[in-house]
């Protein structure tokens, strides 16, 4: 069924302003005091010292670590579906791109937070920010882990005000419908837009400028990250090949997420007739090129091990792959590129529960990959004497479990109190085919 | 001189809508300004004022972000002078990702603002006459014109399909 113009603001805004269930509120309770249980867990790593959690040498780098990838991976594909296929003029991102964006500075907001957790003396963690001061501007510049930062702030500063940016008509779509203190706030972050030519002409250059923009930075983020690795000479991430492998990986477990978030937006907020079945479709094929780019990036990282001859490489590979991590190695395997060839068959990507299962497979199986990455190569490096292995202990696995919770608060009130899907763009394809006979002239 | 008069239209079709913009514009009337729900680039064509310089500054300002930060990291190196290895204290190849992160980051910054500038966007209520249809599926064509041709744009707008047609005094 097809949507009439104003049918989107009525099935959008509905949805906005629907007086929330007791479950809503018991979903957000719980994450409250799941994230509450995290603070006490990180109180208690600050008081007691790093010691408290599993990283010692030789792996200094643990779930921290680990997650801190794995979250800003997940912050991939939602500018990979609002900027990447706006410039590409993809209509089908119309429905689900502002729950992806939202999803990505959600997920980088939390990512933000395990680097300052690992520092362990986080009331400083502003050294590394080059501010001047009477030691001048000191960071070092060649570090990964300055470039980490500037490359990780810049990409939430950026993502935040391309959201914002589009959601201006919808937010005034919000103010016109609203009364109270709703209207107020909607009010001051509409800006006193009217859709008027002259808003949308600059409105418009300045959407494509920033879409421009943030095409190139979500590929230089997730580089920059595993520049944080591939900078090192430890066997199994001083690699080239790692900047391409993270940027598709992180992108395959963004999709991955947005289509668990999209299922759930339109089962619960009633947006089915907005969000429907063939986006959600559309993010699963692409999750199978997403997947086969992360086979092929496994199969040449196995194949450039043995065609290297490097001792080291070799035996490396043979470690994790067959007798050091064989289960988190293969299960890895299996949920990130097998599980997705699923979607070549129709009704596993057009169906809810096996959307749900494989996308569910694969947000965990891009898990275990950075899990793997991150622990294995310093478990297991040049010497035999040195190696050793790492157990996550309840302070960082109930931090771990908080930063899910953490980031689903944020969403859950986004769901409730902004506009979950565009109203703008949902009406354009509408629109543009009626004006093509007119401009065409 | 001034126009007086404001003759407003309103459409549910935007072939009409597009239609009366053409019809106005071969009528030499300028003062037009319209609402639309949704950007229409294609109807550009009808005002006098194309594009937008919004990428202009976000390129200067994108110039600007990669200038600072290879000064801040080539002055940071130069300031401390640490040789490693015998090689330079400012090394350019590291200093490219910085300098790449800095211009997205001034050229986002700057065209974001742009918006709220160059659209006259400020919190506020939205400008007098503006009704709420206009987001949703309505589009508005304000006609500011002497009062002698009052009559000639309100026959425009009606021959055009408008839905409604007012006219009123310009504040």
């Known amino acids: ?441 | 001189m001034r126009p007086e008069r404001r003759v407003v239209g309103i459409y549910a079709e935007v072939l009409n809508f597009a239609e009366a913009l053409r019809r106005l514009q071969e009528r030499g009337l300028k003062h037009i300004t319209t609402y639309t729900p949704i950007g229409l680039e294609g109807l550009e064509r009808f005002f006098p004022t194309k594009g937008s310089p919004i990428r202009w500054f976000m390129l200067a300002a994108a110039v600007t972000g990669g200038v600072i930060a290879f000064i801040m990291c080539i002055g940071s190196a130069e300031y401390y002078g640490l040789t490693v290895g015998g090689k330079l204290p400012a090394t350019v190849i590291p200093y490219c990702v910085v300098g790449f992160e800095m211009l997205i980051l001034f050229a986002g910054i700057t065209g974001f603002f742009m918006i709220f500038a160059m659209g006259k966007l400020r919190s506020a209520a939205p400008s007098p006459g503006y009704d709420p249809q206009f987001n949703e599926d309505k589009y508005g064509l304000f006609v500011d014109c002497p009062p002698d041709r009052v009559s000639d744009v309100t026959e425009i707008l009606k021959a055009t399909g408008a839905e409604e047609v007012h006219d009123r005094a310009t504040g």
């Open chain 1, 1 to 441: 069924m097809r949507l009439a113009l104003r049918d989107y603001n009525q099935a959008i805004l509905n949805a906005l302003f629907r007086p929330p269930s007791p479950g809503y509120w018991a979903a957000v309770l719980f994450c409250f005091t799941v994230i509450g249980w995290g603070a006490f867990c990180w109180g208690y790593q600050i008081c007691e010292g790093m010691g408290v959690i599993g990283i010692n040498h030789p792996i200094g780098w643990g779930t921290y670590i680990a997650n801190f990838v794995f979250w800003i991976g997940l912050g991939h594909a939602g500018t990979l579906i609002s900027a990447i296929l706006f410039l590409f003029r993809v209509r089908w991102r119309n429905a689900i791109f502002r729950s992806a964006e939202a999803m990505t500075v959600f997920a980088v907001m939390t990512a933000g937070l395990f680097p300052l957790l690992h520092l362990g003396r986080v009331w400083i963690f502003f050294f590394i920010l080059p501010y001047p001061n009477q030691r001048h501007v000191w960071p070092n510049f060649k570090s990964p882990l300055v470039w980490d930062v500037m490359a990780v702030s810049t990409y939430l500063t950026i993502s935040i005000l391309f959201w914002y940016a589009g959601m201006l008509p919808d937010l005034a779509a919000a103010r016109d419908n609203s009364t109270g203190l709703r209207h107020k706030v909607y009010r001051f972050l509409a800006a006193g837009w009217t859709g008027a030519h002259e808003q949308w002409r600059h409105y418009l250059r300045a959407y494509m400028g920033l879409a421009a923009i943030t095409t190139p930075l979500v590929i230089s983020v997730h580089s920059v990250v595993s520049f944080d690795f591939s900078m090192a000479l430890l066997p199994g991430w001083h690699t080239t090949i790692f900047a391409p492998y993270f940027v598709a990986g992180a992108i395959h477990s963004g999709l991955a997420l947005v289509v668990i978030l999209l299922i759930l937006i339109r089962y619960f907020l009633d947006l089915k007739l907005v969000i429907r079945r063939e986006h959600l479709e559309q993010a699963a094929l692409l999750m199978i090129l997403t997947g086969s780019i992360m086979g092929y990036s496994y199969g040449c990282e196995a194949f450039i091990n043995w065609y290297s001859a490097d001792t080291f490489e070799r035996q490396f590979a043979a470690w994790r792959s067959l007798t050091g991590w064989p289960v988190a190695y293969w299960l890895m395997i299996w949920s990130n590129v097998v599980a997705p060839l699923l979607f070549f068959y129709r009704p596993f990507r057009t169906r809810t529960l096996p959307l749900l299962i494989l996308s569910g497979f694969v947000v965990f199986g891009m898990w275990l990959e950075r899990y793997v990455i991150v622990i294995t190569a310093t478990a297991h490096d040049f010497m035999p004497e040195n190696w050793s292995r790492y157990i996550p202990r309840w302070p960082e696995i109930s931090i771990g479990l908080a930063s899910i919770a953490w980031f689903s608060f944020y969403f859950l009130l986004y769901s409730k109190f902004l506009p979950v899907a565009s109203i703008a763009e949902n009406k354009e394809p509408q629109v543009e085919q009626q004006l093509q006979v007119v401009t065409a002239e």
